[in-house]
């Protein structure tokens, strides 16, 4: 991730998307976020060719990843 840009700033909404979603255990849900985060990553970064593939592809793979239920099985830990 450190050959794209935005790839923090993506990581810190998804981070507060998720404190949002579950504010009771702000740790278990800043640890949810950068797990689903990084699934997203290696997803991507298995089918990508280059950096310019891996950007959308991984924005993709966060998508599939939230409405699959790894976010909701991540955020069980």
Request: hydrophobic letters at 45%; a neutral charge; charged letters at 20%.
């Amino acid at each position: 991730m450190g050959r794209i840009t935005t790839s923090g700033c993506a990581l810190g909404s998804v981070i507060v998307g998720s404190v949002a979603a579950n504010p009771e255990n702000v740790f278990m849900a800043t640890v949810a976020a950068c797990a689903l985060y990084k699934k997203a990553g290696e997803l991507a970064g298995a089918k990508a060719s280059g950096p310019g593939s891996f950007e959308w592809m991984f924005l993709d793979e966060l998508d599939k990843c939230s409405r699959s239920g790894s976010f909701a099985e991540i955020s069980k830990l």
